[in-house]
């Protein structure tokens, strides 16, 4: 077992506005998924984007869209959000504090 805190976590930027930490992988012994806290500041948003595997959304804090091919669905606190894989989507923050949520993906060799 391993615990630590996230914020001990280094952030990585992935886009202005958009950052990123890998709080559980690999180099913690969890050969299969990944978990990663997103923090996406007031008026940023993730770029369009699709891949080959799901993922799963818990959204700890903020307000905001996941826009897919059916349109926008809003997100707050507490939303919980699961993309098929190869679905187009994009994250939009739309309120005026940080949205910050925790995202699920399989470890890709």
Known sequence: MKVKKYSDVKPTQELPGVTK???VN???GAPNFCMRVFEIQPGSNTPSHSHNWEHE???LSGK???VCPEGET???KDS???IPANEHHRIINK???VLQFICLI???K
Do not use: H, L, M, Q
């Open 21 to 23: 930490r890998e709080v």
């Open 26 to 28: 690999a180099n913690d």
């Open 57 to 59: 959304i818990y959204v």
């Open 64 to 66: 905001g869209v996941v």
């Open 74 to 76: 809003p997100i707050s």
């Open 80 to 82: 919980v959000v699961f």
């Open 95 to 97: 309120g005026k504090t």
């Open 106 to 108: 399989p470890f890709i």
